[in-house]
């Protein structure tokens, strides 16, 4: 079995097999931003659940803060999971700005290609990863949160700079 994480939607029950394949005799935790579907993923993966869950507010157009306490729950396909409460942010302690994109395993798989070593995939010319995401290849939802970490912007970390004309292209990308 492949060790990369499949792509996975709780919204339109993607992938959702293949991760509880993943999950089989072990004990995992989602993290992420608060209601970014922490808790309707482990409901996708687990429906008798029935975790409490918000919709995706009108206003911010963004999921809502739902979860309030980590608890573990066994998990009917021998796996246990634990649904975590969403935090505001991470920080980054001793990382240099060009480390960053190597903890995006599509910009490191490019870097080798970018015209210079030290590539910060920004403003330098002949840029593999910006090459990539023009072409569609990259999410630019994954570029933008590249972008937000590198500039240590954890106010606007889900703040979309790039519009509509982006997101319908990640939208192409599923």
Request: charged share 30%; glycine share 6%; proline share 3%.
């Amino acid at each position: 079995m492949s060790t990369l994480t499949p792509r996975v939607s709780a919204k339109e029950s993607k992938g959702i097999d293949k991760l509880k394949e993943m999950m089989i005799g072990k004990v995992s935790m989602f993290s992420g931003h608060s209601g970014v579907g922490k808790s309707t993923l482990v409901n996708a993966l687990e429906p008798s659940l029935n975790l409490k869950t918000k919709h995706i507010s009108e206003q911010s157009m963004q999921g809502q803060h739902t979860t309030t306490f980590a608890e573990m729950y066994d998990l009917s396909f021998n796996a246990r999971i634990i649904d975590t409460p969403g935090i505001k942010g991470f920080g980054i302690v001793d990382m240099e700005p060009a480390e960053i994109s190597g903890y995006f395993p599509e910009f490191f798989k490019l870097k080798d290609q970018c015209k210079f070593n030290n590539c910060l995939h920004k403003d330098e010319p002949y840029c593999a990863v910006k090459a990539a995401l023009e072409r569609d290849e990259i999410a630019w939802s994954r570029y933008n949160s590249y972008l937000k970490i590198l500039e240590g912007d954890d106010e606007n970390y889900r703040t979309d700079s790039f519009g509509e004309d982006r997101k319908a292209s990640d939208e192409t990308r599923k």
